[in-house]
């Protein structure tokens, strides 16, 4: 994970779930990570209906310029990924997988920023399923919160191991999203190991290709 914020709220959720596949809403304690609040969200599906935002930080409402409660998730993304957005959510709440993107958002002047993105499955209740997120930002540009992101373009996707959240497993492979094609089918248990740099692509260990 390449923000200090993610790698702390996932410590977090990987404390209180302990053995159990995904901790409890009830659960969880915002002042516990209340330096993280304003950059959290929570998620919900009650039965076969799309995800929506139950609840949204104020600094993630203010990098989109609205107030996100009771908005569809998918509506914040470009439209050719927005049903492999929803198959990540639905994923993850269903069979509690960790998931990490990272994407990039479009402000309404045309500007761009690169946001990691970590979603995190809560146990599900009744007709309900939750899952607690933290959206946040990679560098943090100066018109961030004052030139609202209107769209958000989907780079990159891991699919985590809470056993081993720092490093690709063995048989792991790379999972990119084309810059200029249409909507790819996921695969459900795949994990990004490289970065972009430039027209590189690095993996880990130091190796690099064109």
């Not at 977090?12 to 002042?31: D, K, S, V």
């Not at 959290?40 to 310029?65: D, H, K, M, N």
């Not at 191991?161 to 795949?190: C, H, K, M, Q, V």
């Not at 490289?194 to 590189?200: A, C, P």
Request: aromatic share 8%; proline share 6%; net charge positive.
């Amino acid at each position: 994970m390449r923000h200090d914020g993610t790698s702390e709220l996932f410590a977090y959720w990987n404390r209180l779930r302990g053995t159990r596949a995904a901790p409890e809403r009830r659960e969880i304690a915002p002042a516990l990570i209340r330096k993280y609040l304003a950059d959290t969200f929570i998620v919900q599906a009650v039965g076969p209906g799309e995800p929506r935002f139950r609840l949204a930080g104020t600094r993630i409402c203010s990098v989109y310029g609205r107030e996100l409660r009771g908005a569809s998730f998918a509506s914040l993304w470009q439209i050719k990924d927005r049903s492999n957005i929803v198959r990540l959510i639905k994923n993850s709440m269903t069979n509690k997988s960790v998931v990490q993107l990272t994407y990039e958002g479009k402000s309404t002047r045309g500007r761009r920023a690169l946001f990691e993105l970590i979603l995190l499955p809560l146990a599900s209740e009744a007709n309900e399923r939750h899952l607690m997120g933290m959206i946040i930002s990679l560098g943090r540009p100066f018109w961030l919160e004052s030139d609202p992101i209107v769209e958000n373009r989907l780079q990159s996707i891991s699919i985590i191991d809470p056993r081993y959240p720092a490093r690709g497993l063995p048989g792991d492979s790379i999972l990119t999203i084309p810059e200029n094609t249409a909507s790819t089918t996921l695969p459900a248990t795949r994990t990004i190991i490289s970065r972009k740099v430039g027209h590189l692509l690095v993996f880990n260990g130091g190796k690099t290709v064109d």
